[in-house]
């Protein structure tokens, strides 16, 4: 049978996802050094890793391009699901905040607000939840700037240690949602090859307990 297909999200995750793997006792040689490789042996061919963005390892899983994902719960609550997430991987912590200019009261307000996000399904569904009818704009990065530009009265974004926000003196108002890096699983996948699933995610499993302890 071909080697499991694991797709994972390229930068941070990535890094501390392969340091899993080498705690559960993997060769992960190659995908230490892939050069300009896409698609990379692991342990010795037993799988094979591709490295990519965030919302792309969610298309290959919901595909079934590749079999497992590992991704943030921040790309799979903009994204959707239609697949298996079946384990916290417990890094990457970080969680979606409100955040305004400090010594604004963004909920007393009854004018028109607008808020600035790289997440508009999330941010969306959070003012729903409230009630609140507030105009969003999608932003591609550093979200921090548009309060400070006068172009909306908030953001929703990522904070982990919230420094990004004191820097530029904006405070986070209410948290939306916790943050970590999740093991996805095509639907299909998990009925062909449930054993080989499940024995690889006990092993990440072990792996993550033995570091806790
Ligand atoms: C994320 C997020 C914040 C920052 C929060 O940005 O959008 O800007 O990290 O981290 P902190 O609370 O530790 O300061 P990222 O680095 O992903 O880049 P981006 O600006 O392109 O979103």
């Given at each position: 049978m071909?080697?499991?297909?694991?797709?994972?999200?390229?930068?941070r995750?990535?890094?501390?996802?392969?340091?899993?793997?080498?705690r559960?006792?993997?060769?992960?040689?190659?995908?230490?050094?892939?050069?300009?490789?896409?698609?990379?042996?692991?342990?010795?061919?037993?799988?094979?890793?591709?490295?990519?963005?965030?919302?792309?390892?969610?298309?290959?899983?919901?595909h079934?391009?590749?079999?497992?994902?590992?991704?943030?719960?921040?790309?799979?609550?903009?994204?959707?699901?239609?697949?298996?997430?079946?384990?916290?991987?417990?890094?990457?912590?970080?969680?979606?905040?409100?955040?305004?200019r400090?010594?604004?009261?963004?909920?007393?307000?009854?004018?028109?607000?607008?808020?600035?996000?790289?997440?508009?399904?999330?941010?969306?569904?959070?003012?729903?939840?409230?009630?609140?009818?507030v105009?969003?704009?999608?932003?591609?990065?550093s979200?921090?700037?548009s309060?400070?530009?006068?172009?909306?009265?908030?953001?929703?974004?990522i904070?982990?240690?919230?420094?990004?926000?004191?820097?530029?003196?904006?405070?986070?108002?209410?948290?939306?949602?916790?943050?970590?890096?999740?093991?996805?699983?095509?639907?299909?996948?998990m009925k062909?090859?449930?054993?080989?699933?499940?024995?690889?995610?006990?092993?990440?499993?072990?792996?993550?307990?033995?570091?806790?302890?």
């Amino acid at each position: 049978m071909n080697a499991l297909k694991i797709a994972l999200t390229k930068g941070r995750l990535e890094q501390k996802t392969v340091a899993l793997f080498e705690r559960c006792g993997m060769d992960v040689s190659d995908v230490r050094a892939p050069g300009r490789r896409l698609i990379l042996p692991l342990d010795g061919g037993r799988f094979q890793v591709v490295l990519a963005k965030a919302p792309d390892v969610i298309t290959y899983v919901e595909h079934g391009a590749v079999d497992i994902g590992v991704v943030g719960k921040d790309t799979i609550l903009e994204k959707g699901q239609s697949f298996f997430e079946l384990m916290d991987l417990g890094f990457g912590r970080c969680r979606f905040a409100l955040a305004v200019r400090e010594g604004e009261d963004f909920f007393a307000t009854h004018r028109h607000r607008r808020v600035a996000t790289k997440y508009p399904a999330v941010a969306a569904a959070f003012f729903a939840q409230r009630g609140l009818d507030v105009e969003l704009i999608k932003i591609e990065g550093s979200v921090e700037l548009s309060p400070l530009l006068g172009l909306a009265d908030g953001i929703v974004d990522i904070v982990e240690t919230g420094e990004t926000l004191r820097a530029n003196g904006l405070v986070p108002v209410v948290d939306i949602a916790p943050i970590s890096a999740r093991v996805i699983v095509n639907i299909a996948s998990m009925k062909t090859r449930k054993d080989e699933i499940q024995q690889l995610l006990q092993a990440l499993r072990n792996a993550n307990q033995e570091a806790a302890l």
